[in-house]
């Protein structure tokens, strides 16, 4: 495997469900990201993880719980979710988020549809 | 924030033509990136600029990053269907600890053969 990994790369879940999202990078970077994409929106940047410490919540509702058990792994864990929560849901990394030019590359998304 | 003003929203070419796109914003980014996305997938970086006035090249793409660090262009010589996609600028800002990216509202192309 190389780049950034996704997985699962579609799911649907109902209201009541618990499911996790899970990214690897094999890039040896050492930042991972959360993005949610919804139609016609720009990306919106959810949770930055630089050197396993999370280092921004964008204001995301509790019902959205980051992991990242090591630098090249990092789990979106979700419950309770709400249908307008459906979206594309991005994973990047970067060499280190606190680099004065650092370059994001993007996973494939997990397509997320909340019944 | 900052806001990256991305234009045209859209466009419609003949296979062969030549393509050009860009972004402004009202603040100064340090490095401006230009990413593709094809339906259901992630962005896919394209090209990356780190300095005031660079021009790079990859491939049938060419971009600039503006010397005055407020805006860049996109140019895609002789198209093909398959540069069929939604195209965003990206650029980011130091904030003293951290880097942040800030993505333009993107430019979908069509390629008409």
């Known amino acids: 495997e190389t780049g950034v990994t996704q997985t699962p790369r579609h799911l649907v879940m109902g209201m009541t469900n618990k499911k996790s999202l899970k990214c690897e990078q094999h890039l040896g970077h050492n930042a991972m990201y959360w993005y949610k994409q919804s139609a016609k929106k720009p990306l919106e940047l959810m949770f930055v993880?630089?050197?396993?410490?999370?280092?921004e919540n964008n204001s995301v509702p509790s019902r959205f719980s980051p992991e990242c058990p090591n630098s090249s792994h990092l789990f979106l864990h979700l419950h309770t979710l709400q249908p307008e929560d459906s979206a594309l849901y991005l994973c990047?990394?970067?060499?280190?988020?606190?680099?004065?030019?650092?370059?994001?590359?993007f996973g494939p998304g997990t397509r997320l549809t909340v019944l | 924030g900052q806001q990256l003003n991305q234009s045209p929203q859209s466009m419609f070419i003949q296979e062969g033509e030549d393509v050009s796109m860009n972004c402004t914003s009202s603040?100064?980014?340090?490095?401006w990136l230009w990413y593709k996305q094809d339906p259901g997938e992630g962005p896919v970086l394209l090209i990356a600029l780190y300095k005031a006035g660079e021009l790079t090249s990859n491939g049938r793409l060419t971009a600039q990053f503006g010397i005055t660090r407020k805006d860049s262009f996109l140019n895609i010589s002789a198209s093909i269907p398959s540069d069929v996609g939604i195209y965003f600028c990206a650029g980011t800002e130091y904030t003293g600890t951290a880097s942040k990216l800030t993505f333009g509202t993107g430019t979908r192309l069509q390629v008409t053969l």
């Open positions: 993880y630089n050197f396993k410490e999370q280092t």
């Open positions: 990047a990394s970067s060499q280190d988020s606190s680099e004065y030019t650092d370059t994001q590359y």
């Open positions: 603040s100064i980014f340090n490095t």
